[in-house]
């Protein structure tokens, strides 16, 4: 079965950085695309990053220059460098794939990692 594991989430002071993980478990053909989301307290739910399977990427304007999205295609892994974290960063953070297995594709939702930055 495939899952989505995310990973690194934390407590951490403003100006710090964290980097988040999200592996894929179980047997996929290709990541068609993956997109980090959060969700702070009585917010909706927004795009952070995302990148695709040629390796492009696109950032919200919030974390433009501080959030890095990336991948390792070997580990069917993708990342999320968060440097020099500010309070309103704080939120939960999720990451969707869009994963191709065998002729489909299917669309999957982390269980959600807790970032937050202290003042």
């Known amino acids: 079965q495939v899952q989505l594991v995310e990973s690194g989430g934390g407590l951490v002071q403003a100006g710090g950085s964290l980097r988040l993980s999200c592996a894929v478990s179980g047997t996929i053909s290709r990541i068609n695309a993956m997109t980090w989301y959060r969700q702070a307290p009585g917010k909706q739910r927004g795009m952070v990053a995302a990148?695709?399977?040629?390796?492009?990427?696109n950032t919200a304007d919030s974390v433009k220059g501080r959030f890095t999205i990336s991948k390792d295609n070997a580990k069917n892994t993708v990342y999320l460098q968060m440097n020099s974290l500010k309070p309103e960063d704080t939120a939960v953070y999720y990451c969707h794939g869009e994963l191709r297995i065998g002729a489909y594709d299917y669309s999957y939702w982390g269980q959600g990692t807790q970032v937050t930055v202290s003042s």
């Open positions: 990148i695709t399977s040629t390796g492009s990427t």
